[in-house]
């Protein structure tokens, strides 16, 4: 069993940058997929960024990409999502979570991961 917190969240103005940190605890294998999605009020939970715990390849989302990076934080021990220039639109709760199957691609579709956290809140204001 893996259990994740994410960490990072907070309130800031269009532009600006935050970082968030999702720290798996139990075993981790080099081929899990952590990812991170978020979800707005009322709406289904969307997918963000993609990476395995060996710390490559990645995926993003069209929406975030050269804006939001994904990594493994070797220092930490944690997959950490910078993201900059944020955007009213991005506000949401985020979600790290784990694929514990080694697949041939990185997946985007959340019933397909395992566990979850309990999320960190991002706002955007304009």
């Known amino acids: 069993q893996v259990q994740l917190v994410e960490s990072g969240g907070g309130l800031v103005q269009a532009g600006a940058s935050l970082r968030l940190s999702c720290a798996p605890s139990?075993?981790?294998?080099?081929?899990?997929?952590v990812g991170w999605f978020r979800q707005m009020p009322g709406k289904e939970r969307e997918f963000v960024a993609a990476i395995t715990w060996r710390g490559s390849p990645t995926k993003y989302a069209d929406s975030v990409k050269g804006r939001f990076t994904i990594f493994r934080n070797n220092a930490k021990t944690t997959i950490d999502l910078q993201m900059n220039n944020l955007k009213p639109t991005d506000t949401a709760v985020y979600y790290c979570?784990?694929?514990?199957?080694?697949?041939?691609?990185?997946?985007?579709?959340?019933?397909?991961?395992?566990?979850w956290g309990q999320g960190t809140q991002v706002t955007v204001s304009s």
């Open positions: 139990g075993e981790m294998y080099s081929a899990y997929t």
């Open positions: 979570e784990v694929d514990l199957r080694d697949r041939v691609q990185l997946t985007t579709t959340e019933p397909a991961y395992d566990y």
